[in-house]
């Protein structure tokens, strides 16, 4: 007798439910032979050789075991046998994941094996079939006796192409001009004109920002603004208009920034990543402990959102334990974890890799450097502390950032990013409180003596506390930072946490730095002494300290333009931050000053021009303006990003009971070994970097083999277009999720969409030409009977309208739309922080104007700037992943568009539209609404009914019953 292939199975499918694992029932544990031979809490169950004597068979035998379904003959014959030719065992333990059973999937599930393309099956009526999608279908509806609803019309038709594929009503001419089309071949062509019209990105756009979780604002407490966060939205749905292959359209959402580092556009695409909402309260508290379980619920939110979005399976739930319903261990969930620890939220500056701005970047730095040739011999002699005797060479930091470019070290690898309002420019990195600042990633080394260095140029004079280089702790509590202003008006002092090593220097105002940049310079000495510099030379009085902080490599991190935390008006600076400098050590005074001559604005106006000769003032003069000119056209083209600014990744350990205090063993990123195809080995060691572990990451889900990254997105489009997937629960393809209901068809069109270089595209194409996209909708009481929920596909479910789409129409029909794209959301809020604290408010304000006609997918979308408009219509909530919009039929729809402020302006705008086009005659007013907002005319009793309510109460009136009709809201 085989065990591993006539008794592992038995044992695995129908015992290990209940006798396996941690806790099994009665103490008895039959997946492996140790535990099986030692039986229970009553003591052995199986005595080799003699089934008689052995209580599992005599539990098996009279029914008691297994308690609701029994075992076959064959089943109880096999056990009996296998006990009587002494219980030998094979593959010890059994893998309880192998095989799936009445309580979970197995490694056999259907989700998870190959995609193999199916032939069309045939049909008794072939005459039906547009396509090979038909014949599924109709081979499913012949098996049930059922058949399938004729065609529509084209009215309807282009009704319903049009709102599915661009989320827009037709207008009254396309209708026209469709219904009257004489080709054979119409339809088809219409087709491809929606699919090619830029307003098919909006409306698929807004479904994938819907699994993106995307929002742009934190949320939690503070729910801080990011007005960053938009370029992602625009990414995604230029990609979708360009067809960009899906396999690309997930990698680069996955690690762009890894495999394509120097393209602006591959850097939005992470945006998905961090598109959810983020606990920055969290994240900063004072508790580490708190800040580890923070950290790891930030990547379970990852994970699930990386595991639903692509592979349709719910990895997250094997965070504190193996998965109780899919083949997915606890091991398995941390692989993936590591795979994303580098990630992290934060502001980037991006500039598309065009010619011009190449070239205008190059030429820049030429130009700088000509105008400090020229200044060079004008410049003044060094200070009497560097004689002949001194070098010239400036001291060497452990890390240098020039600010020109972009924010990255120099000569190290602690790479900065951008927060709140902070940029990049001609002037350096420019901060404006509140909530500008630059934060870089852990420290690579131990630091406690040091030197911390910057060129800066003050707004304000009259700030107060604003940091400009400084070292703190993770959670902000220890700092050692340059300070202006805080204690003593104008002045410069070294802020540390309760000034526990913070005294006044005693040095003068500050007077200068609002008119031109300054060099500014703290030492601290192993000794406890802290000194400052100014311009290069000593600023005040150094003083002495009990002591210096110690930071510690991994658990250190250096900020720019903030003091310490989180940023507030009274800890960040006002101002530009040329250039900084940080040095492991303590400085001498002659190193300060030779590092302050060495670097020089080639902007600065100085006594030395008055000595140029006037061919060189000239010359200078004119190379000032085009730097100038040349930064206008950098900056014109480079923006910030909200998206993935990754860090050095932490170990990552598999949690016991996915408690952060409790790590067991160290694990490697990797992928799913329950996914067939390619291998969940990713050959990386604990300490790989970032961008490998991604790179590994999405080339593992993006693998033509990998069975569930076709089917499931071909599955979200055929819901988009049903309203239903083939597989319903269209994040969730394991065990507790849908079986499909037509395999066959779900594994063609994974296959066609690979066959077809991953085109979304081309299955949209071959779902709205088939002929079970253009049945009518009319009900079939019979059918009804026999299929209620219509997953055969008798016939075409009527859509409600998302909220957006019902939106936009009324805007399309009310004539006023702007179907401008790209670019900043319009807001119909107000952002304003609490009584100055970190907390952000969107009051909501009046909404009026061209922006605010935008396609509502442009509403800038804060998690604390609700909508109450779209909220009536299930507008899903952005703080979480939304698979599946839900519909819902409440008194505060008919309301909303009864008496809301916009449905009333639309209504205003409408009717004045009607007089417009229609001119002062009531029935060609009422024949022209009817065509703009359903595509028809009026019959004669809606004119009837519609000519009384306008000669009664007016045509806003009217448009607002319009907007209130099913035949409005419903897609037929």
Same mark, same amino acid.
């Given at each position: 007798m085989n065990f591993d292939r006539e008794v592992a199975p038995i044992l695995a499918r129908r015992c290990l439910d209940c006798h396996s694992g941690p806790e099994p029932k009665g103490g008895l544990d039959l997946s492996s032979r140790t535990t099986s031979l030692r039986g229970g809490t009553n003591g052995e169950v199986i005595v080799p050789g003699k089934p008689d004597e052995s209580v599992l068979w005599e539990q098996v035998a009279d029914g008691t075991m297994p308690p609701k379904t029994k075992l076959s003959p064959a089943e109880k014959s096999t056990l009996k046998r296998w006990i009587a030719d002494g219980a030998k065992w094979g593959r010890d333990p059994i893998d309880a994941f192998r095989l799936s059973t009445e309580k979970r999937a197995g490694l056999d599930w259907w989700s998870l094996q190959p995609v193999v393309r199916p032939t069309p099956p045939a049909v008794s009526d072939a005459s039906w079939c547009e396509n090979p999608i038909d014949r599924f279908i109709l081979h499913r509806l012949e098996t049930e006796r059922l058949t399938p609803q004729p065609p529509i019309d084209r009215r309807t038709l282009i009704r319903r192409l049009s709102f599915d594929l661009l989320g827009l009503p037709p207008t009254p001419e396309e209708v026209d001009a469709f219904v009257r089309e004489p080709r054979t071949d119409a339809y088809e062509r219409l087709v491809d004109q929606y699919?090619?019209? *830029?307003?098919?990105?909006?409306?698929? $756009? !807004? =479904?994938?920002?819907? =699994?993106?979780?995307?929002?742009?604002?934190?949320g939690f407490e503070h729910d801080e603004f990011r007005p960053e966060a938009w370029p992602y939205r625009d990414w995604v749905i230029n990609s979708l208009n360009r067809d960009m292959p899906y396999d690309e359209f997930a990698r680069l959402q996955l690690a762009g920034d890894a495999l394509r580092p120097k393209e602006s556009q591959a850097i939005e695409a992470t945006g998905f990543l961090v598109a959810g909402a983020f606990d920055s309260v969290g994240q900063n508290q004072q508790s580490a402990a708190m800040r580890k379980v923070v950290r790891q619920d930030e990547l379970e939110d990852m994970v699930s959102t990386v595991g639903q979005t692509f592979l349709g399976l719910t990895i997250h739930c094997a965070r504190c334990h193996d998965h109780k319903f899919d083949p997915i261990r606890q091991v398995d969930y941390y692989r993936i974890v590591a795979s994303l620890a580098g990630v992290r939220h934060g502001v980037q500056d991006v500039a598309p890799l065009a010619p011009d701005v190449q070239a205008a970047r190059q030429r820049i730095g030429e130009l700088q450097r000509r105008v400090l040739e020229i200044d060079e011999p004008t410049r003044p002699q060094p200070p009497s502390a560097l004689t002949d005797q001194t070098p010239a060479t400036p001291p060497h930091p452990i890390a240098r950032w020039d600010f020109d470019q972009d924010e990255q070290d120099r000569v190290g690898s602690l790479s900065s990013a951008l927060h709140g309002e902070a940029r990049l420019g001609r002037n350096g990195l420019r901060l404006q409180p509140p909530s500008s600042f630059a934060k870089t990633v852990p420290l690579t080394v131990d630091l406690k003596a040091k030197t911390l260095e910057a060129w800066v140029r003050l707004d304000l004079l009259e700030q107060s506390g604003g940091g400009v280089i400084g070292v703190q702790s993770l959670d902000g509590q220890a700092f050692d930072t340059i300070v202006f202003a805080e204690r003593e008006p104008r002045r410069w002092m070294a802020g540390s946490e309760n000034y526990s090593r913070t005294k006044s220097f005693q040095g003068p105002e500050e007077i200068e730095a609002v008119r031109h940049p300054i060099h500014v310079a703290i030492v601290y000495d192993e000794d406890g002494t802290i000194s400052a510099y100014r311009d290069g030379k000593p600023y005040g009085i150094p003083y002495k300290t009990p002591g210096l902080h110690p930071f510690a490599a991994g658990q250190a991190e250096v900020v720019f333009g903030l003091r310490h935390g989180l940023p507030t008006p009274e800890t960040t600076l006002g101002g530009q931050v040329l250039r900084a400098r940080l040095y492991d050590r303590a400085l001498t005074a002659e190193e300060v000053a030779r590092s302050a001559r060495s670097e020089r604005d080639p902007r600065a106006a100085d006594t030395s021009e008055a000595r140029l000769s006037p061919e060189l003032r000239s010359e200078r003069s004119r190379l000032l303006t085009e730097i100038d000119a040349l930064w206008s056209l950098v900056e014109t083209k480079v923006h910030k990003v909200y998206t993935? &600014? *990754? !860090? *050095?990744p932490e170990p990552v350990y598999r949690l016991i009971r996915g408690d952060a205090s409790q790590p067991a063993e160290v694990i490697t990123a990797g992928g799913l070994p329950a996914v067939t195809g390619p291998a969940a080995d990713f050959a990386l060691t604990p300490d790989s970097i970032d961008h490998a572990r991604r790179i590994r990451l999405a080339a593992w889900v993006t693998d033509p083999r990998n069975p569930l990254f076709s089917r499931v997105i071909v599955n979200r489009l055929w819901q988009g277009h049903f309203g239903s997937? =083939?597989?319903?629960?269209?994040?969730?393809?394991?065990?507790?999720? $849908?079986?499909p209901s037509h395999p066959d068809l779900l594994n063609w069109l994974a296959a066609e969409l690979v066959a077809q270089n991953w085109s979304l595209k081309q299955v949209h194409r071959q779902i709205v030409t088939s002929a079970t996209y253009r049945q009518s909708s009319r009900l079939n009481p019979e059918a009804v009977k026999r299929d209620a929920s219509n997953r055969l596909h008798w016939r075409k479910v009527p859509l409600r309208l998302e909220a957006e789409a019902v939106r936009d129409?009324?805007?399309?029909? &009310?004539?006023? #739309?702007? #179907?401008?794209? $790209?670019?900043p959301g319009y807001r119909e809020f107000k952002v304003t922080s609490v009584n100055g604290a970190a907390s952000t408010l969107y009051t909501p304000i009046e909404a009026i104007g061209p922006d605010f006609d935008r396609r509502t997918i442009y509403r800038t979308w804060a998690r604390g700037g609700r909508s109450l408009f779209l909220d009536a219509f299930d507008c899903p909530d952005p703080s979480t992943t939304a698979p599946r919009r839900a519909v819902t039929i409440t008194p505060l729809q008919a309301l909303a568009l009864l008496n809301n402020d916009l449905t009333l302006r639309l209504a205003d705008r409408m009717g004045e539209r009607l007089r417009s086009e229609a001119g002062a005659n009531v029935g060609r007013q009422i024949e022209r609404a009817y065509q703009l907002a359903f595509g028809r005319a009026p019959n004669v009793d809606e004119q009837e009914r519609a000519r009384r309510v306008v000669e009664n109460y007016g045509l806003p009136v009217l448009a607002r019953a319009i907007f209130n009709s099913n035949e409005f809201l419903y897609i037929d």
């Open positions: 699919l090619a019209s *830029p307003q098919y990105g909006v409306r698929w $756009g !807004r =479904l994938w920002l819907d =699994l993106a979780r995307y929002g742009e604002s934190n993935n &600014s *990754p !860090r *050095p997937g =083939l597989v319903e629960t269209s994040s969730d393809f394991g065990f507790q999720g $849908g079986q129409a009324m805007l399309a029909v &009310s004539g006023i #739309l702007n #179907l401008r794209q $790209g670019g």
